[in-house]
């Protein structure tokens, strides 16, 4: 990893009270690499970290994951102002082909997560030179 540069923020931004620098990674991070970065950044242990990573996005029990997976709401969202928003959608049933034996049948609906890039996220992907690594 390079030596730690101040990030540069669009204009207009929030200042950036973290001074957090760039992640440029070679390979996708996983969510213990993930943590290394927070607990670095944030000044708690790495041990801290993976417990708040786990309140926050664990399949069965996050406060994230459990807020779109409410049966009592229809349109759950998250929303991290700038990063983008995380929502849960139906995709309608609708009749297909098994492809294998070319029968029609009925494919029932599914609930699935999108996720929207924020304005922040997107203009700054955008002002990244083509085939740049962030």
Avoid: C
């Amino acid at each position: 990893m390079d030596a730690a540069r101040p990030l540069t923020l669009p204009v207009g931004a929030a200042q950036n009270p973290f001074n957090l620098t760039p992640i440029i990674e070679e390979s996708p991070m996983n969510k213990k690499d993930v943590a290394s970065q927070l607990a670095a950044r944030a000044n708690i242990s790495v041990v801290q970290a993976q417990a708040l990573l786990n309140h926050l996005f664990d399949a069965e029990t996050g406060i994230i994951t459990g807020t779109l997976a409410s049966e009592t709401q229809d349109d759950a969202k998250v929303l991290f102002a700038g990063f983008g928003t995380f929502q849960r959608n139906t995709r309608a049933g609708r009749r297909g082909t098994n492809p294998s034996s070319g029968q029609k049948m009925d494919i029932e609906p599914k609930e699935y997560i999108s996720f929207k890039p924020g304005k922040t996220l997107r203009e700054r992907i955008a002002a990244m030179p083509a085939g740049a690594k962030a």
